[in-house]
């Protein structure tokens, strides 16, 4: 059974472009959630997302940044005319169960960098 | 809300002992630990559920005072694998939505 699995690894982009992270969930889980991580810090959460629905999205940035878990194929986090302080580990984690109590369990993260 | 660890990081030598604390100003549903090492995935270690309760993996182990909203993880005879980030994670009873939050994290280095 796969972990979960995010891709790029690395995504490298410019200010002014967009990045589009994927991750694709462990089999048999219908929930996603998304962190962010900047260096010697701990995990920010964004966003929490069911099988075509955002259940919590609290933590996402008002602008730029939108998330989502389409029916069919990975969740989708996207940001649009990157910065520079968009750089950082965004980290993707599912669980069979929505919260409470339901461990999560992690991908290896995308890194992304803007120049 | 964010919850509070103690230390920010510690350094042991093989084979002693350390304690992390995990403190939420908010009452909780529950307790994660997890442990991250560099450039990697966080990894599930326990969860703690009930006031007063307490878990254990490996030589690690953790408790959870309820009414304290306080956990504790201690870790016994430490190896060098022990090495890491250790993050708590809080899920609140009101208030906090449908999330886990974690704590800026410990790091922990084991030496010979």
């Known amino acids: 059974n796969a972990g979960v699995m995010q891709n790029p690894r690395h995504l490298v982009r410019r200010r002014g472009q967009e990045a589009r992270l994927r991750c694709s969930p462990m089999?048999?889980?219908?929930?996603v959630y998304w962190y962010r991580q900047l260096p010697e810090e701990g995990l920010k959460f964004m966003v929490y997302?069911?099988?075509?629905?955002?259940?919590?999205e609290s933590g996402m940035p008002k602008e730029r940044f939108s998330a989502e878990f389409p029916k069919e194929g990975p969740s989708i986090l996207r940001i649009q005319q990157v910065v520079r302080g968009d750089s950082a580990a965004y980290f993707c984690?599912?669980?069979?169960?929505?919260?409470?109590?339901?461990?999560?369990?992690f991908g290896s993260g995308t890194q992304l960098s803007v120049l | 809300q964010q919850p509070v660890q103690s230390p920010q990081a510690v350094i042991l030598r093989e084979g002693e002992d350390a304690v992390i604390n995990c403190s939420s100003s908010?009452?909780?549903?529950?307790v994660h630990w997890y442990r991250q090492k560099h450039g990697e995935a966080p990894v599930f270690l326990m969860i703690?559920?009930?006031?007063?309760e307490q878990k254990g993996h490996e030589k690690i182990s953790a408790s959870f005072n309820e009414k304290k909203q306080q956990s504790s993880l201690y870790l016994t005879a430490s190896q060098l694998s022990y090495s890491g980030t250790y993050f708590c994670?809080?899920?609140?009873?009101?208030?906090?939505?449908?999330?886990?939050?974690f704590g800026t994290g410990t790091q922990l280095k084991v030496e010979l």
């Open positions: 089999k048999g889980h219908s929930h």
């Open positions: 908010k009452a909780l549903y529950s």
């Open positions: 994670g809080t899920e609140e009873l009101t208030g906090g939505g449908n999330k886990l939050t």
């Open positions: 703690l559920l009930k006031g007063g």
């Open positions: 984690a599912s669980s069979p169960r929505g919260p409470p109590n339901e461990k999560l369990f």
């Open positions: 997302l069911q099988k075509e629905n955002i259940i919590d």
